[in-house]
Nanobody, 125 residues
Framework: QVQLVESGGGSVQAGGSLRLSCAAS????????MGWFRQAPGKEREGVAT????????YYADSVKGRFTISHDNAKTTVFLHMNNLKPEDTAMYYC??????????????????WGQGTQVTVSS
């Protein structure tokens, strides 16, 4: 069982930055796909960025390319989402998730089976 705990959300003005963290308990993330997803009120959950720490492969949603960066620590227990030049449309609940590599797509939230509780990001204009 993979347990994930997110932290780092908050409120910022447009153009600001935040860093989200996702700590995985009792497991190495090396052989898991790790992803950040977000869900705004009234909208479906969408993939933001994902990473496979074993080889460093990453995927980004077009809306965040060039602004967000997903990374992990050297111990491969924590995943980060560095968010720069934040926009009001980035406002959402952000979730960390994990899945085994042989299951589904790296970017579809429906293929991830381990989820954190979420952390709110609010960007004001």
């Amino acid at each position: 069982q993979v347990q994930l705990v997110e932290s780092g959300g908050g409120s910022v003005q447009a153009g600001g930055s935040l860093r989200l963290s996702c700590a995985a308990s009792s497991v190495s993330i090396n052989n898991l796909w790790m992803g950040w997803f977000r869900q705004a009120p009234g909208k479906e959950r969408e993939g933001v960025a994902t990473i496979y720490p074993s080889d460093g492969t990453t995927y980004y949603a077009d809306s965040v390319k060039g602004r967000f960066t997903i990374s992990h620590d050297n111990a491969k227990t924590t995943v980060f989402l560095h968010m720069n030049n934040l926009k009001p449309e980035d406002t959402a609940m952000y979730y960390c998730a994990a899945k085994h590599p042989w299951i589904g797509s790296p970017i579809l939230p429906s293929d991830y089976n381990y989820w954190g509780q979420g952390t709110q990001v609010t960007v004001s204009s």
